[in-house]
Antibody
Framework: EVQLLESGGGLVQPGGSLRLSCAAS????????MSWVRQAPGEGLEWVSA????????YYADSVKGRFTISRDNFKNMLYLQMNGLRAEDTAVYYC??????????????WGQGTLVTVSS | EIVLTQSPGTLSLSPGERATLSCRAS???????LAWYQQKPGQAPRLLIY???TRSTGIPDRFSGSGSGTDFTLTISRLEPEDFAVYYC?????????FGQGTKLEIK
């Protein structure tokens, strides 16, 4: 059974940093690209970032480029999102999601339950 | 940048009725690069359709997708009580990834 479990969310002040983690199990982690998608309270889905299975390619939404860094550890079956320079508009539930293939851009067939990031003073 | 516009914003129907949800792209999208998701309150999204018309594993056949170019449709043939939720279209491919703003399907 595929399982994705996010952690690391919480309350942080504007300008601060946070590192999200996603523990994956139930599939051959290194064979699939992974994504982060966020959802602000009461709002729709916003794609944030993705990384290929080999970690050779990474992509970011313009709204987070230069502030967020996606990475993965294929030995530990872990996905990460390092978030720096956080802003109030980054407040959202952050979902970890598995892409259907090794290629970074594709539909996501499994999602975690999300971790809430709140940016406020 | 591709913008996906979903309509209507809210759709009010009764169980047993047919639902037709639209997703229009600001520029042509490959049919192999369009997906639909369902999201219920407090839950993560669930993949329904990918490549415009291919049902994901375990998705009932009352859900179907169609379209090409800039116009795509998600159809639910006969609404079940558990189908009332928010639906998102999703464009992926060689360029950046985008989601539509969502259509809320509510019980009339």
């Amino acid at each position: 059974e595929v399982q994705l479990l996010e952690s690391g969310g919480g309350l942080v002040q504007p300008g601060g940093s946070l590192r999200l983690s996603c523990a994956a199990s139930g599939f051959t982690f290194r064979s699939y690209a992974m994504s982060w998608v966020r959802q602000a309270p009461g709002e729709g889905l916003e794609w944030v970032s993705a990384i290929s299975g080999s970690a050779g390619t990474t992509y970011y939404a313009d709204s987070v480029k230069g502030r967020f860094t996606i990475s993965r550890d294929n030995f530990k079956n872990m996905l990460y999102l390092q978030m720096n320079g956080l802003r109030a508009e980054d407040t959202a539930v952050y979902y970890c999601a598995k892409v259907v293939s090794e290629f970074w851009s594709g539909p996501t067939d499994y999602w975690g339950q999300g971790t809430l990031v709140t940016v406020s003073s | 940048e591709i913008v996906l516009t979903q309509s209507p914003g809210t759709l009010s129907l009764s169980p047993g009725e047919r639902a037709t949800l639209s997703c229009r792209a600001s520029q042509s999208v490959s049919s192999s690069s369009l997906a639909w998701y369902q999201q219920k309150p407090g839950q993560a999204p669930r993949l329904l359709i990918y490549a415009a018309s291919t049902r994901s594993t375990g998705i009932p056949d009352r859900f179907s997708g169609s379209g090409s170019g800039t116009d795509f449709t998600l159809t639910i043939s006969r609404l079940e009580p558990e189908d009332f939720a928010v639906y998102y279209c999703h464009q992926y491919g060689s360029s950046l990834v985008h989601f539509g703003q969502g259509t809320k399907l509510e019980i009339k």
